[in-house]
């Protein structure tokens, strides 16, 4: 029988033993200090800061950013957890004061037919992901991270990008493929398998060797050094080779911790072989604080998706006029600033784009 969303959602309950509802919140869904900080991400909470946090002994100012942090990481670690999305909502809605907390549904919501002919468009303009390069929105921001996972690539770096689900991560990862088809001398080798909390450090050298028609020894001394003289006559031919992992979070920790192994081969000068790039959650960057972390979190770059409403206006045009429709035709100044408001990803915009032309719809009928 399929796992059934999980459903247990109990108000705080003051005499239930715990200070804050928070502090009730952690202790019901048996959430460690230290799991709690990383959930945090790389806010500066350290696991000190998140237990005064659940004792409300921090600063109102404190306070409200931690409470922000958690109030956009939460829900990811929830569904994580199993839990069903419209128990988060209601569970988190409780937790979080008004305002707080931005519900993590909304449900897919598409235009029909009948819609997409009303307002003139050619298609639902949210309802599939950029079909080519020139159909992606690239903001300054975005082209920022796009230039950091270049520059790890040519220069063999090491860099982990973070944002939240439908922060447009796929995205970017089609737009850096696409460039590596059209520039061989740029290689980025995608270990992928069903269950990522179990690949191995030699399972991503077999998947390195057969990117390239290699031959895979069978014993792990002789199939690194395979690896290595691979990347060494690819560094010679002028061939820059970077290791990327979508859902980096997924990975087991003895297998992060070897990707300092893997970034460190060469020729045992300035030469180095392979970078690595790694794609996650925002949880990823609290679970690097940890001590066991290192070595990696002194030599990773962090780069984080852009803040998607300094530009939400523009994409919202983008992808409009994509679908044959005109931003300024279809909603007022007004409606477009809501909109952009409330929207936290593009994923989000979307559906309350499509939501708000709906109602539109809907109200001018409704007159007649």
């Given at each position: 029988m399929p796992n059934q969303p999980k459903s247990n959602v109990r108000a705080f309950d003051p005499d239930a033993g715990a200070t804050s509802s928070l502090e009730a919140f952690r202790l019901k869904h048996g959430i460690s200090l230290s799991a709690l900080s990383q959930i945090c991400g790389i806010e500066g909470a350290s696991v000190g800061s998140v237990h005064r946090l659940t004792k409300n002994q921090l600063s109102p100012a404190y306070t409200m950013q931690l409470r922000s942090v958690l109030a956009r990481n939460l829900p990811k670690y929830m569904v994580d957890q199993g839990f069903d999305r419209s128990e988060i909502d209601k569970e988190l809605s409780q937790l979080f004061e008004e305002g707080e907390y931005q519900p993590m549904i909304s449900q897919r919501i598409a235009l029909s037919r009948k819609a997409v002919k009303y307002f003139g468009l050619a298609v639902d303009p949210f309802a599939h992901p950029p079909q080519s390069r020139d159909e992606v929105f690239?903001?300054?921001?975005?082209?920022?991270?796009?230039?950091?996972?270049?520059?790890?690539?040519?220069?063999?770096?090491?860099?982990?990008?973070?944002?939240?689900?439908?922060?447009?991560?796929?995205?970017?990862?089609?737009?850096?493929?696409?460039?590596?088809?059209?520039?061989?001398?740029?290689?980025?080798?995608?270990?992928?398998?069903?269950?990522?909390?179990?690949?191995?450090?030699?399972?991503?050298?077999?998947?390195?060797?057969?990117?390239?028609?290699?031959e895979v020894p069978r014993y792990s001394v002789r199939r690194g050094k395979e690896v290595k003289e691979l990347l060494a006559s690819l560094y010679q031919d002028g061939v820059r080779v970077a290791l990327g992992f979508d859902e980096c979070h997924r990975l087991n920790d003895a297998t992060l911790s070897s990707l300092k192994n893997?970034?460190?081969?060469?020729?045992?000068?300035?030469?180095r072989y392979l970078g690595v790039l790694l794609f996650g959650q925002p949880i990823f960057e609290g679970r690097l604080r940890d001590r066991k972390f290192r070595e990696l979190i002194e030599r990773v770059e962090m780069v984080r998706m852009p803040d998607f409403q300094e530009t939400a206006d523009k994409y919202l045009a983008h992808r409009l006029k994509l679908a044959g429709g005109d931003v300024k035709q279809l909603f007022d100044a007004d409606a477009v600033k809501l909109i952009c408001s409330q929207a936290t990803t593009p994923l989000s915009l979307g559906n309350i784009a499509?939501?708000?032309?709906?109602?539109?719809?809907?109200?001018f009928k409704n007159t007649q």
């Open positions: 690239i903001s300054p921001g975005l082209q920022e991270v796009i230039d950091s996972i270049f520059d790890a690539v040519q220069y063999q770096g090491f860099v982990c990008v973070t944002g939240d689900i439908g922060s447009g991560k796929s995205t970017l990862r089609a737009v850096v493929e696409e460039r590596c088809e059209r520039d061989r001398n740029l290689r980025i080798v995608w270990p992928e398998f069903f269950d990522m909390k179990n690949v191995s450090p030699m399972q991503i050298a077999e998947t390195i060797l057969r990117s390239f028609d290699a893997f970034l460190e081969m060469s020729s045992g000068g300035f030469k499509n939501e708000a032309m709906l109602i539109s719809m809907d109200e």
